[in-house]
C-alpha cells in the first residue's frame, strides 16, 4: 500500500490512530479533530476508480439510481426549501454529483435554473437526457465563473474527493454572495460504522471504502465549511420552513417540524443518524 492522506485533510494535524485495515486500504482516525480519514491505500484501487462509475455502477449497484424518482425528488424538493429559507432570493442552483438528476428535476419545480455536474461522464448524460443543463466535471475544479450560483447541493459527494479543502473552497467561490451551499455526507458516528467496520459496508474496500475517502461528523465538516469562508446556519434536518408555515397549510408545517424534531433528536442521541446535512452561506 502506498501513503493515501499524509495527514489530516480537514485539520492538517498528523497524530493519528489506525481505525481499520485490510490488505488493499488504511482507514485513520484523526487525535486533533475526530475526522476519519484514508491513509493508505493500494494504487491499483484508486486506478480502478472512474472506470467503476459505469453504467453498471448507476443502474445495476446498490444504489439503484434510476429508481423510486418520485420519492427522490421529493426529497431534494424538501432539502432544496430549506436552502431557500435562507436565500429566498435565489434563482440559480448547481447540483454536484447530480447523477440523474432528481435535485436538477427538484429545483426546476420551484422556479430555479438548475445546472448539474458529475464526475461520471455516463451519470452527466442520464441528466441530459431528461433535457437538464449537466457535464462531467470535478467537483475540485468547477468549470464556473466566480460567483456564479445562489445554490450549491453537493449530496454525498464530498466524502469522494481526495481534496476536500480545495473542493469546499471551490464551492465558496462559485457561490454567489448571499447564496447557500448544502452539504449531505453519511455520519461518522453512526452506529455501524463503529460496531461493524470490519463486517459493514463503510470501509471494506470491495463496497464503500473503494470510493469513500472521508467520513465526517458535524464539527469535522462545519470546520471545513467555515474555513473556506462560509458561515455555517443550519446542522438539522429539523427546521421550520416559514415559507410554506402560512394559512390553512401552517399547523400541518409546524407539526411536521416538532416530529422530524423528535426524531433527529433521538436519531442523533442513539448514533441511528446515518447522514448529517448542513447548510452554510457566502456573507
Sequence with gaps: MSEFFAACPICGAKDRETLIEFPELRFSKCRGCGLVYKSEEDPGLSARLAQRYDAGYFLHGR?????????????????????????????????????????????????????????????????????????????????????????????????????????????????????????VVPDSGY?????????????????????????????????????AGLQVVSVDKAMPRRRLAKGLAAPYEWLRFGALKVWTTFAKVTHLRREIQLIARKA
Aim: with cysteine; glycine share 8%; charged share 20%.
Design 63 to 183: 444504489a439503484q439510481y434510476l429508481k423510486r424518482w418520485a420519492h427522490r425528488v421529493a426529497k431534494c424538493r424538501r432539502q432544496l426549501l430549506m436552502c431557500l429559507e435562507f436565500a429566498p432570493h435565489a434563482k440559480t442552483s448547481l447540483d454536484v454529483g447530480c447523477s440523474a438528476g432528481y435535485v436538477l428535476e427538484a429545483a426546476k419545480s420551484l422556479g430555479l435554473h438548475p445546472t448539474g455536474i458529475d464526475y461520471a461522464a455516463y451519470a452527466a448524460g442520464l441528466a441530459q437526457e431528461r433535457g437538464f443543463s449537466s457535464a462531467a466535471a470535478s467537483l475540485t475544479e468547477l468549470p464556473f465563473r466566480d460567483a456564479s450560483f445562489d445554490i450549491i447541493t453537493a449530496k454525498h459527494t464530498l466524502e469522494h474527493v481526495r481534496n476536500p479543502k480545495q473542493a469546499l473552497a471551490e464551492i465558496a467561490r462559485v457561490l454567489e454572495p448571499g447564496g447557500v451551499a448544502m452539504i
Design 191 to 227: 452506529w455501524h460504522l463503529k460496531a461493524s467496520p470490519r463486517g459493514g459496508r463503510y470501509f471494506h474496500p470491495e463496497r464503500l471504502g473503494w470510493q469513500h475517502h472521508v467520513y465526517y461528523d458535524v464539527d469535522t465538516l462545519g470546520r471545513g465549511l467555515t474555513e
